[in-house]
T-cell receptor, first 111, second 114 residues
Framework: RKEVEQDPGPFNVPEGATVAFNCTYSNSASQSFFWYRQDCRKEPKLLMSVYSSGNEDGRFTAQLNRASQYISLLIRDSKLSDSATYLCVVNIRNYGQNFVFGPGTRLSVLP | NAGVTQTPKFQVLKTGQSMTLQCAQDMNHEYMSWYRQDPGMGLRLIHYSVGAGITDQGEVPNGYNVSRSTTEDFPLRLLSAAPSQTSVYFC?????????????FGPGTRLLVL
């Protein structure tokens, strides 16, 4: 079993739609959690950290369920510019350097 | 700040050749890492460093060497290139000491081994 798994995608949605991405992780010792965005042929960039209480940044909402080892990302009112691959990332060591990346879920927002 | 820089952007090698991928950061980050990204596989950690003079292996270290003589630079050496090393290589840096430390990535090096 992969350490971090994500919806296989791709997701093709119309502008204005709400889309949700799911991610599960296998290591219960995982300490911190992130969503990264990667545009085609570009480097990954941090979209948002994920906190235990859940957090929101504009149209983006991230949720964490430690008991189920599950992370989600909700995008509301999708824009064309949201088209990208979304990577779920887990850091197994707190204050440490063991980031494990999921394979990513590709999103295409259509006009 | 330039952030994380990588050179070259593209490289074609023949099997058996060696080369060094360069990575530098100007953010005074202690942690630096090298990843490779292959289709459908996500990013996989090759080697990482927690500070100058300290390096360790990641998930897929075979065929690669690293050194960290300064805080700024973290070169990745391919000793004898193989077609299986065809990939996109990303260097990243981060500053420890906070629970939600963020990794910053360089623009990547696309490597083709024939």
């Amino acid at each position: 079993r992969k350490e971090v798994e994500q919806d296989p995608g791709p997701f093709n949605v119309p502008e204005g739609a709400t889309v949700a991405f799911n991610c599960t992780y296998s290591n219960s010792a995982s300490q911190s959690f992130f969503w990264y965005r990667q545009d085609c042929r570009k480097e990954p960039k941090l979209l948002m950290s994920v906190y235990s209480s859940g957090n929101e940044d504009g149209r983006f909402t991230a949720q964490l369920n430690r008991a189920s080892q599950y992370i989600s990302l909700l995008i509301r009112d999708s824009k064309l510019s949201d088209s990208a691959t979304y990577l779920c990332v887990v850091n197994i060591r707190n204050y440490g350097q063991n980031f494990v990346f999921g394979p990513g879920t590709r999103l295409s927002v259509l006009p | 700040n330039a952030g994380v820089t990588q050179t070259p952007k593209f490289q074609v090698l023949k099997t058996g050749q060696s080369m060094t991928l360069q990575c530098a950061q100007d953010m005074n980050h202690e942690y630096m890492s090298w990843y490779r990204q292959d289709p459908g596989m996500g990013l996989r950690l090759i080697h990482y460093s927690v500070g100058a003079g300290i390096t360790d292996q990641g998930e897929v270290p075979n065929g690669y060497n690293v050194s960290r003589s300064t805080t700024e630079d973290f070169p990745l050496r391919l000793l004898s290139a193989a077609p299986s090393q065809t990939s996109v290589y990303f260097c990243a840096s981060s500053k420890p000491g906070t629970p939600q430390e963020t990794q910053y990535f360089g623009p990547g090096t696309r490597l083709l081994v024939l």
